[in-house]
């Protein structure tokens, strides 16, 4: 029964360390969702709404709800590992890549997904414009420093979760007990007492022979 308990708490906790895995890249639709959107706001202005309809994007209206709720399943995430935090465990894994480093990572992933985003929509969508035109043509350069922009904003979010958690978890943790080192127990040797000769046996008796 136990080897049962323990197969079932194994699998639970796999299960809580994909989930505490997944849950930052939960972030990344939402942030690529703010690019497209920023990217023909800052193209287009107040035409903006009317260009998406225009170039096939009103498939986004649906996108929006499964956003959201990416958005609460990752924010419940972190508050559970608030809880955990304020208890002394580190929930999430730490990273060290640096602040800039993982700035531009999440930049050059946003812009690849706004171009893959552009072309899959260049093939399919209605009005949309295809190659590299549909991508980076009608303003579409303004998807970098949209691009740039948001992953900026993600990278403080990330930085600042992890930062949050490990002070958390440093203030009200408690001290780890140091393993008290094992001395191996000092090992007696047991000597045999070897037998003594007769001083005859070695020619070194105290006297000499008779004459």
Request: net charge positive; hydrophobic share 50%; aromatic share 10%.
């Amino acid at each position: 029964m136990s080897c049962i308990v323990r197969a079932r708490m194994a699998v639970r906790a796999e299960r809580g360390g994909v989930i505490k895995r997944l849950a930052p890249l939960s972030l990344m639709p939402a942030a690529a969702f703010a690019v497209h959107q920023l990217r023909y706001w800052l193209a287009f202005g107040g035409r903006a709404g009317s260009q998406l309809q225009a170039q096939g994007h009103h498939y986004l209206h649906s996108v929006a709800p499964w956003i959201a709720l990416l958005l609460a399943i990752t924010a419940g995430v972190f508050v559970r590992a608030l809880g955990r935090a304020a208890r002394g465990y580190r929930s999430l894994p730490s990273y060290t890549i640096s602040f800039a480093g993982l700035w531009i990572v999440c930049s050059a992933c946003l812009v690849g997904i706004y171009g893959s985003q552009e072309f899959l929509e260049g093939l399919f969508a209605t009005g949309h414009p295809g190659g590299l035109v549909g991508i980076f043509g009608y303003g579409g350069w303004w998807s970098v420093p949209a691009a740039m922009a948001v992953a900026l904003v993600l990278t403080a979010v990330f930085h600042g979760a992890r930062w949050t958690l490990e002070q958390l978890a440093r203030r009200y943790g408690a001290p780890v007990p140091v393993p008290a080192r094992r001395v191996a127990p000092a090992r007696c040797r047991h000597t045999l007492p070897a037998p003594r000769l007769a001083p005859l046996a070695g020619g070194w008796s105290g006297r000499g022979p008779p004459v």
